[in-house]
């Protein structure tokens, strides 16, 4: 699969972010292992700060790496023609959602246009891979069943808290408007919960916060009362997906990109606690506050992902507990 990316060209937009500095990884890792030739145009307000994050990298002499100035609105004029792009330039920001619902609202819609409207992107009819969201199904139906790739669950729009969820909701039209005006060709990835290296453990995901806690307090502490069920893909096999998305033909139906084992947020956190110990050899106590929360969501926020799996030919490699142990090893280093 591979080698259909040899001398082909990737604008990327997000890179900085999560999601994207592991697709950097994955990319350098993928050029290296089948000997092809990658190029790479990075999307960046900062070039200097994007330099400094793909030094971290030691990317391969077989991926070429140029930064494009430019931010949401501007004018994208990538260098050379688009083979591919993955779109990632959108904030997961729970503060921002509940805050400023109209900006987070509109973030993910002129993101989404700012792709679509340029022409310099679409002039080589692109296969664009655009990272949404589970959070599209506003909150889930209240079931205890994993959220179908073929469901048609949407946010309550008078909830508060749907704006990015409707964002991601009409981002995902305009891509689907684009591809009837002939202009490239989508990929919706809705994407739910990660684990393992580069996740943020100063944010509102779960995981990373629970490590944060063992790290620096040998005490985890749950807000909620713990109920909660999820599920973690590791983020290495995440960006094995989302590339894998692109090598092959462009599926009819959004993806789902995730791990279908689920676990309960208590079970996470002693779950974290069992690994922070065997790694460290210093206990760690969990802490059960049992607060309700303005930027809580779903109560079962699992994915179905048959359809997804069978289409791209890929599974869950990871397991959670190794996930985790990385996670550690990486922010006691």
């Known amino acids: 699969m591979a080698k259909v990316f040899n001398e082909k060209s990737f604008l990327i937009t997000g890179a900085s972010g999560f999601v994207g500095q592991q697709l950097l990884k ?8 089948a000997d092809i030739r990658l190029h790479l145009e990075l999307v960046t307000r900062d070039a200097s700060s994007m330099a400094k994050v793909v030094t971290l990298l030691e990317v ?3 991926v070429s790496i140029s930064y494009l100035p430019g931010e949401i609105g501007t004018s994208l004029k990538p260098s050379r023609a688009v083979d591919y792009v993955f779109h990632l330039a959108t904030p997961a920001s729970a503060v921002l959602n509940r805050s400023k619902p109209r900006e987070m609202l509109m973030l993910n819609i002129e993101a989404a246009k700012w792709i679509c409207d340029s022409p310099h992107v679409t002039a080589s009819h692109p296969k664009v891979l655009f990272a949404s969201s589970g959070a599209v199904y506003g909150g889930g139906d209240g079931s205890e069943e994993n959220i179908s790739e073929n469901s048609l669950i949407a946010p ?12 991601k909701r009409v981002a995902e039209m305009l891509f689907y408007e684009a591809q009837r005006d002939d202009l490239l060709t989508p990929i919706i990835a809705r994407l739910f919960s990660f684990s393992g290296p580069g996740l943020p453990i100063d944010r509102h995901f779960a995981i990373g916060n629970f490590v944060r806690d063992a790290i620096l307090n040998q005490r985890i502490v749950i807000r909620g009362d713990g109920n909660s069920i999820r599920s973690y893909l590791d983020s290495r096999d995440m960006a094995h997906w989302l590339i894998k998305a ?10 789902h990109v995730g791990s279908e084992i689920a676990i309960s947020i208590l079970e996470l956190a002693y779950l974290v606690a069992a690994r922070y110990q065997a790694l460290t050899d ?9 607060e309700n929360s303005v930027l809580d969501g779903f109560d079962h ?14 599974d869950s490699i990871i397991p959670i507990s190794d ?5 550690i090893r990486t922010e006691i280093q």
């Open 323 to 327: 996930s985790i142990d990385e996670m």
């Open 246 to 255: 692109l090598g092959v033909d462009a599926p009819t139906f959004a993806l």
């Open 60 to 62: 391969s002499h077989n």
């Open 282 to 290: 210093s206990s760690c106590s969990v802490v059960i506050k049992g």
């Open 301 to 314: 926020y699992v994915p179905s992902t048959e359809k997804t799996r069978e289409h791209l030919g890929v």
């Open 156 to 167: 309550e729009t008078s909830r508060p808290g749907m704006a990015y969820a409707e964002g």
């Open 26 to 33: 994955a990319l350098n890792e993928v050029a290296h292992s």
